[in-house]
């Protein structure tokens, strides 16, 4: 009776879940721009894919996925693709194309049913999710197969990692994290393991996941080899002045056994495989990963400044602006370039204001608010004027010295 009340309960989830999925194909959709779908056709042709696939934005989804066999579905979040380059696009439509070049989605049914009516046996869940991290692997390697730069494809993994889970994104690259060993193997791309094409057969399918699986695991047990994942949480790169986020893990080594540490940045550890690091000066830095059972791992960083920010008025850095509006603003203010909360400010900069049909009038200002010469030339704006914001000068963390950043000009109406 218990086995039979736990099969109607994880039954009802797939329904469920099937349910949820039938209404994602007619609500809350539109079309994507249309490059993306010719993007899409090209690589459709290319892969041979028989059955035509379904591309839309959607309302509901929060997140990039890809159902049905029949008549196969890609559904991207709507504002997802907007935020992405053409070539983080392809990779992602790639990827999700090589599900349906697979049959995955027949393949997850399978395991679901095997779920459901054996879902007592431990051993089951932990062969299913190690099938479903093998399944994303070797869509990955098609993805690179396919000449899609690997870092490029691994930024466009991250971009919907963010997107799908904003509040919780600090978390998706922690030592437990697949996404995490993905981005690894991604960005080593050289020592990948070739799988290869899998058999259309949907039994023998299974069969070769489940022995991939053990056969994993039996390399694990027995050949004691640790796969060892450095990853910059947030770009590729370190920046100087600001806490640079590191998840740091090695399979089958707990965290706190795994010591890491670097002669170029200082290394600060936050527990549970989460590191900052953070760099003095521009360069290079090598992060040392080692520990007792698995073998020293070296990753290298480039180190930059901060990117120059923004300098703006009204939230724009220059055009046309109505004379009242620009008569209320009381200075300069900055738009950070990056994905770190910089604390950049501005230090210096002049003003030329050219009334109409007048000669021009000059101003300097220490700081991002006008200085009282400078509020009045601001104050005396009337359509046609034009005003120069130039010499614009700002400190962002790290620097030792004030660096230039873009002028303003600004035309009165």
Known sequence: MAWLAGVLLLSMRQLG????LSQLRVYGLAPPEERWAKLLDKRVKELQV?????????????SL?????????????????????????????LHELAHI????????LLQRVVETLLFYHPAIWWLSGKARQLREESCDELVLARGIDPAIY?????????FSQPSKYQFVMNASSHLSTRIHKILNAASLPRRGRLPGAF???MALLVLTSLGALTGFVLGGRHTVSIAADKMNVLYVGVD????????????????????????????EGRYVAQPAMPGNAAIRVS????????????????PDPVAQIEGVPGGALAAEVFKNTGGLSLHSNSDFDADCSITFFSVVHVPKGQDPIESTNAGANYSEQTARLIRRAQAGDVYYFDNVRCRCPGDVEDRPINALVFKIR
């Open 17 to 20: 879940h099937y349910f949820f």
């Open 50 to 62: 028989s059955r035509p696939v379904l591309f839309m934005e959607s309302a509901i989804s929060n």
């Open 65 to 93: 996925i890809t159902f049905g066999h029949w008549r196969p579905c890609i559904l991207a979040p709507a504002g997802l693709l907007a935020g992405l380059t053409p070539g983080e696009v392809e990779a992602l439509l």
């Open 101 to 108: 070049k697979r049959h995955d989605y027949l393949v997850n």
């Open 154 to 162: 691994s930024q466009a993994l991250l971009q919907v990692a963010k």
């Open 203 to 205: 039994p023998w399918l």
């Open 244 to 271: 640079n986020p590191l998840t740091i893990a090695v399979a089958g080594i707990p965290n706190e056994q795994v010591q890491v540490s670097s002669r170029d940045v200082k290394i600060v550890a936050l527990g």
């Open 291 to 306: 520990g007792k059972g698995f073998p020293e791992r070296m990753a290298n960083f480039r180190v930059k400044r901060i």
